[in-house]
């Protein structure tokens, strides 16, 4: 069989047999979308390399727990944000002042998110949002940055991180309302 037309079902059957060209074959498929989800949680490149690594071995100590009523894609992808979030957690990093960055630097950093824009600039971006979500709380840095910078459905958020939807949606609101205080602090237009 040629690798393109196998399917993600076929190769974790080949990979909990045993193939371990089969979970390569995984590994490559799925390692870009992996690579962007955790971009969002961090950008430093030795860090976001580590993660999608931490994420593949992951999945691979528990492929038997894959069951083919889902995507293989989003399961691996729940995993990524998991380790996105341990990494959010276990993170020391002390965030460096907004004001350092420069006023006409902060008055576009959320702006200028939605815009497209080359990957350089998206970086650069990313580097000052890290910045300011490193300042809250763990839980409230999965939530924005899975449902406002990854553009996923509260409903995907909640189950990602294990919560109720209710539950989610009040995080929701309470983590917006620290963010916009950060914010205001900074001096930063929302």
Not at 105 to 134: F, P
Request: proline letters at 3%.
């Amino acid at each position: 069989m040629e690798s393109d037309t196998v399917t993600d079902q076929q190769l974790v059957e080949r990979a909990r047999e045993g193939d371990l060209g089969a979970f390569d074959q995984l590994v490559v498929r799925h390692q870009g979308m992996i690579s962007r989800c955790l971009f969002r949680f961090c950008p430093h490149q030795s860090d976001l390399e580590d993660l999608v690594q931490d994420s593949f071995i992951k999945a691979f100590r528990k492929l038997h727990l894959w069951k083919p009523t889902a995507p293989f894609e989003n399961w691996l992808r729940r995993i990524a944000y998991n380790t996105g979030h341990d990494y959010f957690r276990r993170s020391k990093r002390t965030p460096t002042s907004q004001s350092s960055l420069g006023e006409e630097s902060n008055e576009l950093i959320l702006g200028r998110i939605e815009d497209k824009m080359d990957v350089q600039e998206d970086y650069q971006i990313t580097e000052q949002v890290q910045q300011l979500l490193a300042e809250l709380p763990a839980d409230d840095r999965l939530l924005l940055t899975m449902h406002y910078l990854e553009e996923r459905p509260l409903a995907e958020v909640a189950e990602a991180a294990g919560w109720s939807l209710s539950k989610t949606k009040v995080k929701s609101f309470r983590a917006k309302n620290k963010l916009r205080k950060l914010l205001n602090r900074y001096d930063i237009s929302e």
